[in-house]
């Protein structure tokens, strides 16, 4: 079964660097992209980009594109979403999602990974 | 960019009623890339339906989707308790991949 299991909570503080991993399992790893999408506390859903895990091209959210940066290792089945120049404002609950299909649908979701920012 | 804009914001409706979700696109686009989410308080956000109108694997036949150009709908025919919840639509297929705001659906 498609499995995607995210790494742990983390604490940061202003203007450092965090890095989510998700850790796929139960299919072709290297057959379907995966996105990477935030929650803020209490907010709606917010995409900010998408790798593909088989060549490890990228295609990142304008709002994100100075600032993010997507890697994937094939020997893990894992992607990685590094976030650097941190804010009070990128506090929220990070989730990665495989793209299905033809139009990369999100068909299945990693747990989802707090990410606090605070000093 | 196309901005996806979700009506009503809360929709307060009663176990065994019919709710019908509405999401307006900006311009208009192709019906196959619009899809709907389903997200429970704690939980990841969970695919309902694609391509506007296809139920995803395992969706209860209540659940479905309809509309094209800019005007999309999901209608649950019964509401059952377990489908109170926010419901987002998406435009996929290629970036940006946007959500509309969210349609929060409460019990009456």
């Known amino acids: 079964q498609v499995q995607l299991v995210q790494s742990g909570a983390e604490v940061k503080k202003p203007g450092a660097s965090v890095k989510v991993s998700c850790k796929a399992s139960g299919y072709t790893f290297t057959s379907f992209y995966m996105h990477w999408v935030r929650q803020a506390p209490g907010q709606g859903l917010e995409w900010m980009g998408i790798?593909?895990?088989?060549?490890?091209?990228?295609n990142y959210a304008q709002k994100f594109q100075s600032r993010v940066t997507m890697t994937r290792d094939t020997s893990t089945s894992t992607v990685h979403m590094e976030l650097s120049s941190l804010s009070s404002e990128d506090t929220a609950v990070y989730y990665c999602a495989r793209g299905w299909g033809t139009y990369y649908y999100f068909d299945f979701w990693g747990q989802g990974t707090l990410v606090t920012i605070s000093s | 960019e196309i901005v996806l804009t979700q009506s009503p914001g809360t929709l307060s409706l009663s176990p065994g009623e019919r709710a019908t979700l509405s999401c307006r696109a900006s311009q208009s686009v192709s019906s196959t890339f619009l899809a709907w989410y389903q997200q429970k308080p704690g939980q990841a956000p969970r695919l309902l339906i694609y391509?506007?109108?296809s139920r995803a694997t395992g969706i209860p036949d209540r659940f479905s989707g309809s509309g094209s150009g800019t005007d999309f709908t999901l209608t649950i025919s019964r509401l059952e308790p377990e489908d109170f919840a926010v419901y987002y639509c998406?435009?996929?297929?290629?970036?940006?991949?946007?959500f509309g705001q969210g349609t929060k659906l409460e019990i009456k």
């Open positions: 391509g506007a109108s």
């Open positions: 998406q435009l996929c297929g290629s970036s940006p991949f946007t």
């Open positions: 790798i593909n895990p088989g060549g490890g091209t990228t």
